[in-house]
């Protein structure tokens, strides 16, 4: 259905957008250059163009139902949740701008000149504080539920190359950021510089050839739904899920329950055989950046099973999927819009 709508109706506009100046350098980028990182290249390169022919096909306006309205359930990767515009707020997608970028060549390099500081020292005396200050109602998990929402709308695409080893600039690729002498972190001041490897570009944006100005990609998707938990793209939604149940993955420790284990991040076994290194797995990477983070992870994944255990014993004969995505709508949107959730959207079915 899909490929036969997409075939009908966005032939022509693809054919015709084969010619363009970004498709002819992909091509000649793979028949020139045969490096890893090259490669690595050509292959985000590729992914954008997979959701270039995903907007064709939904701004066609044959398509658009088409593609919408035969799924049961949310997509995974956001495609659809706004019938109007299909791939508004999916993942992959560029991020959206407010203001008109404010590049020092107009299309790439970071804004800086001589009449501002070192962004390291921005942040070392700008921000340098005495005492910790102390807030009378809220505590430190309300920023780290702020962390947790904003890693659920929006993480940036790395470029698919070796991290920034040196503190050499590579126009597109490394911004190192300078160090100072006067720097008070001794172990900042040795290595000269923190290094930076920037986020990857949208094809075609950034560079003289197109003229237009350096745009960054989305992975996750940029609706609160739980990207963190779930996934944002097929491939991470198979490794937190429980095969074709409506259950989320988890490991038992000490008899209580924990994210899965990544058995391929494992160091050197401890003296009781188990894995000194292990990092959590989730719908996204950063769950082991920091202690409280994973914590959120864990807390919402056990409810997430604690919920779908009960629907189960109240409704044996739901499938998976309707388990899984009545979670969501049953029980996380009515606590979210509030007493009018169903009276606005209606009952889930």
Known sequence: MLFGCFHSAAVAK???????????????????????????????QLLHLAQLLLQLIADSAVCSQALC???AYRSIDGVCNNLARPMLGASF???MRYLPAQYLDGLSEAAGSCRRPMAR???????????????????SMFMQLGQFMAQDMTK??????DPCSSCATLVGKCMPVPISEQDNNTIFRQKGC???SRS??????????QGKPREQLNENTAFVD??????????????????????????????????????????AATNRGTCAAATFVTGDTRVNMFIGLSSLYTIFVREHNRIARELQSLNRAWSGDRLFQAVLYNEFVPLMLGQSAERLIGPYN
């Open 14 to 44: 693809t054919t015709s957008t084969s010619s363009s100046p970004s498709l002819s350098s992909t091509s000649s980028s793979t028949s020139t250059s045969t490096s890893t990182d090259s490669t690595q290249q050509v292959r985000l």
């Open 69 to 71: 309205y035969h799924l």
């Open 93 to 95: 997608r560029a991020y």
């Open 121 to 139: 020292e921005a942040s070392r005396l700008v921000l340098a504080k005495g005492a910790p200050l102390i807030h009378g109602q809220i505590n």
């Open 156 to 161: 940036a695409a790395h470029q698919p190359v």
């Open 194 to 196: 923190l290094k930076v």
């Open 200 to 209: 990857a570009s949208v094809c075609g944006t950034g560079d003289q050839q």
């Open 226 to 267: 739980g990207s963190t938990i779930y996934g944002s793209n097929a491939k991470d939604f198979l490794k937190v899920r429980d095969g074709r149940t409506g259950f989320l993955k988890m490991s038992s420790f000490n008899r209580m329950m924990f994210l899965p284990f990544d058995p391929s991040s494992c160091g």
